[in-house]
């Protein structure tokens, strides 16, 4: 496997520095933000790039040179959100972003499946999370027939033209959010649709990242390595679903961490080792949004961790059974 950055995070630095830490401390990989929630125009202005085959070119350049490869462009973003102008706005970027990829010879684009409201009224979106009483389960209904079935059915179209996969990061408070929602839009409208698996947003559900990756198989299209650590005394007192601030992160039932600071090593290499039954030999993007580290010591350490689990070399023959 290759060990990767998501670069957004790193919003401090130009393109230049971002690409030479990834170098500086052995990595392989770039994601790069385009917009929406993980905007980030010193690293990729989508519009300014679009419009300058030169741009392009330069970029290419630059991570050529540096022996690194682009695993996914990411724009997550809402493009089913209830507020028109915001909805177009993610819609268009999430295009563009496809145009890019396509022009940069990448065949991964990373999104969020967006959430709509309730109505064709609504103005913020509705994220059901239980059956009943029975207006949820209507909300759940007309939310898939009248939004996300017929806006990805599109998008389908459009991605598989410009060759590109869509990766769909299952992630509550979004319709897809977890493995049988994924499935469930995967099987309706294709296989151009697969996911971004992020165990962090999967731990703090109570799934098991290891069983959802063998229930996935072959729809892990791409995946990003954080990690998330449970609080010992306000999980149990208040359950998991907690819209406490990021950053009263001692008030919370569960904070983000860097890998193997949420759960230990064996959980990390059961990880790995499960996406290697599937087939999946790919990219692991580092994403650090652990408050209780800083930036630095924080992606450092996730990479000096995932150096020493990950396994590197193809697997070879069973030289002991024939």
């Known amino acids: 496997m290759k060990i990767g950055l998501f670069l957004v995070q790193f919003f401090h630095l130009d393109f230049d520095q971002v690409l030479d830490l990834v170098m500086k401390n052995g990595l392989e990989a770039i994601e790069i933000g385009t917009g929406n929630y993980c905007f980030q125009p010193r690293h990729c202005n989508l519009q300014e790039v679009l419009s300058s085959p030169g741009k392009i070119n330069e970029m290419k350049m630059k991570i050529h040179d540096r022996g690194l490869i682009i695993s996914a462009l990411s724009c997550h973003g809402n493009s089913l959100h209830p507020q028109k102008a915001i909805a177009s706005q993610h819609q268009r970027t999430f295009r ?24 064709e009224t609504s103005q913020y979106p ?6 009943w009483p029975d207006d949820y389960t209507k909300v759940v209904q007309w939310q ?68 959802a990756i063998r229930y996935l198989g072959k729809a892990i299209y791409h995946v990003h390595a954080k990690d998330v650590g449970l609080d010992s005394i ?56 652990d408050i209780m580290a800083s930036l630095e010591e924080g992606f450092q350490k996730a990479a000096l961790f995932l150096k020493t689990i990950s396994l590197k070399e193809k697997y070879g023959k069973t030289w002991w059974d024939s």
């Not at 996969?165 to 299952?170: A, D, P, V």
Request: charged share 25%.
């Open 144 to 211: 898939w027939e009248e939004k996300i079935l017929p806006y990805w059915e599109k998008e389908v179209i459009f991605a598989r033209d410009h060759g590109v996969k869509i990766c769909i990061e299952m992630h509550p408070g979004f319709a897809i959010y977890n493995p049988d929602t994924l499935l469930r839009l995967r099987q309706m409208v294709g296989d151009t649709i697969g996911a971004n698996f992020d165990p962090s947003h999967l731990f703090w559900q109570g799934i098991d990242p290891v069983i």
């Open 234 to 289: 306000n999980a149990p007192r208040n359950g998991v679903l907690d819209t406490t601030p990021y950053h009263q992160f001692d008030k919370r039932s569960w904070i983000f961490r860097t890998v193997g600071y949420g759960h230990d090593e064996k959980c990390w290499k059961d990880i790995l080792s499960a996406l290697r039954v599937v087939g999946y030999d790919d990219v692991l993007s580092i994403e650090h949004e």
């Open 96 to 119: 563009d972003t496809i145009i890019l990829a396509e022009k940069l010879g990448v065949n991964r684009v990373i999104n969020f499946s967006g959430c709509p409201g309730d109505s």
């Open 126 to 131: 509705n994220w059901v999370t239980c059956p």
